[in-house]
């Protein structure tokens, strides 16, 4: 069984930055492209970032230049790197992995507060 484990969010002021890890253990063949969500209340989930095995890298508009993806094999983990935070990017952030040539697993989830 494959599990997700993410960490690093919390509640930081506009402008300030945060640090997201999302590390997988578990049954672990191969690990594929891995990237973060994020779902605002009343809004539809909205992809963030993704990072394939490959080395592409996407981002979505509204974060380019502000956060960064980055991946540790060895480790079998996905960070995302967030600077110069907004209010509008408060949501829960979701790390996605796709993983044994499977369906993507999903980790629980964690929230990220920006506010004054």
């Known amino acids: 069984q494959v599990q997700l484990v993410e960490s690093g969010g919390g509640l930081v002021q506009p402008g300030g930055s945060l640090r997201l890890s999302c590390a997988a253990s578990?049954?672990?063949?191969?690990?594929?492209?891995m990237g973060w969500h994020r779902q605002a209340p009343g809004k539809e989930r909205e992809l963030v970032a993704t990072s394939s095995s490959g080395g592409w890298l996407n981002y979505a508009d509204s974060v380019k230049g502000r956060f960064t993806i980055s991946r540790d094999d060895a480790k079998n983990t996905v960070y995302l790197q967030m600077n110069s935070l907004k209010p509008e990017d408060t949501a829960v952030y979701y790390c996605?992995?796709?993983?044994?040539?499977?369906?993507?697993?999903w980790g629980q989830g964690t929230q990220v507060t920006v506010s004054s």
């Open positions: 578990g049954i672990i063949f191969s690990i594929n492209d």
């Open positions: 996605e992995a796709h993983i044994n040539w499977r369906r993507p697993y």
